[in-house]
């Protein structure tokens, strides 16, 4: 199965553009291979989309390319279990479903947010913003003193200990 659906059709994607993380660029693409097997049905596929995210270092905008391939495996939902058990790695990439219908859009939308960087970089080089007068030092140079040692501990500079 192959599709291209708005990123409209996603409420965790939409939520995301609301709150200002991201904002998508294009539709996400969809190719999907699902299979049965045995007592599961086992859904391979990939998602690829284009976001706009603004860089943790410089604040620049810059776009980036999601593409994420994953494997699910599906079974028919049964009671719930009162004891503990230990998962399995197969448990893990695990779900279930009820009825006629899988709705894959939960597992689709898991699959962007993962692939968006927590703290994005424009580059691996970005210098950042100064911290003193928020000059983008990747574009110029700013004149401030900067000087050696953490900024948290200046306030402790003048501090005089008598024993």
Do not use: W
């Not at 049905?41 to 994420?68: M, N, P, Y």
């Not at 495996?73 to 448990?91: C, G, I, N, Q």
């Not at 709705?103 to 970005?126: L, W």
Request: charged share 30%; glycine share 6%; net charge negative.
């Amino acid at each position: 199965m192959e599709a291209e659906e708005p990123v409209n059709d996603y409420p965790d994607l939409l939520a995301m553009t609301g709150t200002g993380e991201c904002e998508f660029l294009s539709p996400l693409r969809l190719d999907f291979t699902v299979a049965r097997e045995f007592d599961h049905i086992r859904a391979s596929g990939k998602v690829e989309t284009a976001v706009r995210v603004s860089c943790a270092r410089c604040l620049t905008e810059f776009d980036i390319e999601i593409a994420s391939s994953f494997t699910i495996f599906y079974t028919k939902s049964a009671e719930p279990l009162d004891e503990e058990v230990e998962l399995a790695e197969e448990d893990l990439i695990s779900k279930s479903y009820q009825g006629e219908e899988i709705d894959f859009s939960t597992e689709v939308a898991e699959q962007v947010i993962m692939e968006i960087p927590f703290k994005p970089i424009c580059r691996d080089d970005c210098k950042g913003l100064c911290s003193s007068c928020g000059a983008n030092l990747n574009d110029t140079a700013c004149g401030c003193v900067t000087s050696e040692g953490s900024f948290k501990f200046n306030a402790l500079k003048g501090i005089k200990i008598d024993k």
